[in-house]
Nanobody
Framework: QVQLVESGGGLVQAGGSLRLSCAASGGTISGYAMSWFRQAPGKEREFVAA?????QYGDSVKGRFTVSRDNDKNTVYLQMNSLKPEDTAVYYC???????????????WGQGTQVTVSS
């Protein structure tokens, strides 16, 4: 079974940057769609970014976040720049056989990593 482990979260000042990593084991990410979702307190889980052979972004992060992948390292990244307090959330990575913005299309999920942005 595929295991996904996120890392790189932490506390950062508004305007700062963080780089999240999602390392996969027990399976490959090659050829699969990999996505980032986030969930803030009291809110529903929100699509952030996806990558397979091209990139997609949620409107709230477009122009600030960049998703990338290194298939040789079996790892997906999320570079987050110009962070805002509204970006505070638990960030999850997930794998799917298709590119999608819907949670139900993803069958493997990580445990999440906390990102907190202070003002």
């Amino acid at each position: 079974q595929v295991q996904l482990v996120e890392s790189g979260g932490g506390l950062v000042q508004a305007g700062g940057s963080l780089r999240l990593s999602c390392a996969a084991s027990g399976g490959t990410i090659s050829g699969y769609a990999m996505s980032w979702f986030r969930q803030a307190p009291g809110k529903e889980r929100e699509f952030v970014a996806a990558i397979r052979w091209s990139e997609q972004y949620g409107d709230s992060v477009k122009g600030r976040f960049t998703v990338s992948r290194d298939n040789d390292k079996n790892t997906v990244y999320l570079q987050m720049n110009s962070l805002k307090p509204e970006d505070t959330a638990v960030y999850y990575c997930a794998r799917s056989s298709i590119v999608s913005r819907r949670e139900r299309d993803y069958n493997y999920w990580g445990q999440g990593t906390q990102v907190t942005v202070s003002s």
